[in-house]
């Protein structure tokens, strides 16, 4: 009896999950796309009209947030108030009107990494691999680095291990070549054969990548060519190749200076998904946290349609029940969906509560593996929250939500403060020890990498002020 329970209830399991991580990866903008499009394919799904709030369904005036979701439940000041709200309330109610949103020049919106990159291969793409490629890109960190294993990809998707390599070694040859690596090595290995393809690369950089990279990011060029057991002219030259032409955090040249116009530092965001204020706009008030939800009605069951499953034929009564099925399981997930955000956001809130209000600076290390475990759910389930949303600060500035989670934006800032207030060009070792004095311990080649992704010259190249 427990076996044949145990295959009735997987499938519809397995679908919840699948659904809801789906609906939990999209944005405010490509939920409401979404939602559409399940109304207009399935006629048991029902968008009734009328202003309701979307976690307890109360009635709602024309315009306005939920008097109940929105009541702070404590009287403490650092504990958020979190709440999913209409997207049609954040537009029209007073205290957010046009007014409040002078005019500005249109930026440039650019891609991010995963959207970059799957623009380049979509059109290779067999429809088979479209959600393997769509799962692979939302996995990556900053670095342009894969945070699961494709073992683990293909047990998710059911699919074998060797389909997912081929379309990961699709991701790692477009550009950002390398961007879907386990690891920096492997990421010079793939710029190197692709290399190969457009210039001639010394036969010697496979071997100083796969053996040597220790020696080699010591410059200690004598020891690396009698490890190689080869002359050290050889060796310079690779060398010379290898760090001239290679970036072993491939993620990086994304967003950095490369494709973007000077002055354009970072993403452009013009709709938030999230918005964190002040109740009632005080500042001595709890801050209030509006998980945009892209829909002022409420969905549910067509209750006609479902009267007429008792009253229809034997061959249409199956397609009826699916369609049932699928509406309420679609519901289910939507549900499933905002609740999860509205956890990882007041735990975010709670956490990052200084940098919400203070800036940068006062940004606390946090990574999302850390946050899945207090949460207690998986780690990939925070990396779909966090992909490709925004947030709309009090200070009225639209930042990304995976900025809440990097470890080097507090860091870059003051490194930025230190260089904008010289009055004679720093070296990277001067500024590693500044940072030292404020209580970062960042080595100096740390400090040349968070220095290039600011789109800041080294020493030589800077003029004082």
């Known amino acids: 009896m427990f076996q044949v329970q145990f295959h009735t209830t997987r499938p519809a399991t397995t679908a919840h999950l699948a659904q809801t991580m789906t609906l939990l990866s999209l944005t405010s903008a490509e939920l409401q796309q979404q939602i559409e499009a399940e109304l207009a394919s399935n006629p048991a799904l029902e968008l009734v009209e009328k202003h309701h709030c979307p976690v307890c369904h109360r009635p709602l005036a024309s315009s306005g947030i939920c008097p109940i979701c929105s009541r702070p ?19 029209t109610h007073s205290d957010r009107s046009a007014e409040d949103f002078p005019d500005e020049p249109i930026s440039p919106v650019f891609d991010d990494l995963p959207t970059y990159v799957l623009k380049q291969i979509a059109a290779d793409l067999a429809p088979g691999q479209r959600a393997i490629a769509a799962y692979l890109l939302t996995h990556l960190d900053d670095d342009g680095f894969l945070t699961t294993s494709l073992f683990e990809v293909a047990r998710y998707l059911h699919v074998p291990v060797a389909q997912v390599e081929a379309v990961r070694q699709m991701i790692q040859r477009a550009d950002p070549v390398g961007v879907g690596s386990d690891n920096p090595r492997e ?23 796969s053996e040597g990279m220790d020696l080699l990011s010591r410059h200690q060029l004598g020891d690396l060519a009698k490890k190689l057991d080869a002359s050290q002219s050889r060796v310079q030259q690779a060398a010379r190749f290898i760090t001239e032409n290679l970036n072993p955090f491939p993620g990086r040249a994304h967003w950095g200076d490369v494709r973007q116009p000077s002055g354009a530092a970072e993403q452009v965001y013009h709709q938030p998904d999230i918005i964190i204020s002040h109740l009632n706009g005080d500042e001595n008030n709890p801050l209030v946290v509006e998980i945009i939800m892209p829909l002022a009605g409420m969905l549910r069951v067509n209750p006609m349609y479902k009267q007429a499953l008792t009253q229809t034929t034997a061959d249409t009564r199956e397609n009826m029940r699916n369609d049932l099925e699928k509406a309420s399981l679609f519901i289910k997930c939507l549900q499933q969906r905002n609740h999860t955000m509205q956890r990882m956001m007041f735990r975010l809130v709670m956490l990052q509560r200084d940098y919400i209000l203070r800036g940068e600076k006062h940004l606390k290390p946090f ?25 709309q600060l009090p200070s009225r500035r639209i930042v990304p939500l995976s900025s809440f989670f ?10 930025k403060n230190f260089i904008n207030e010289e009055t004679r060009p720093l070296s990277d070792s001067e500024l590693a020890e500044l940072l030292s004095e404020q209580g970062f311990s960042v080595a100096r080649r740390t400090v040349a990498k968070y220095r290039a992704m600011e789109g800041i010259l080294p020493a030589h190249l800077r003029h004082a002020n």
Request: net charge negative; charged share 30%; glycine share 2%.
């Open 73 to 91: 439940t404590t009287e403490s000041m650092e504990e958020p108030v979190v709440f999913i709200s209409p997207r049609d309330d954040f537009y």
């Open 187 to 209: 990421a010079l290995l793939v710029q190197l054969d692709v290399l190969q393809e457009q210039k001639t690369v010394p036969d010697l950089a496979w071997k100083i990548v």
């Open 367 to 391: 990574t999302r593996a850390r946050l899945s475990e207090e949460l207690e759910v998986h780690e990939s389930t925070i990396s779909r929250a966090v992909s490709g949303k925004s947030v």
């Open 406 to 415: 990097d470890r080097s934006l507090n860091v870059r800032t003051i490194l």
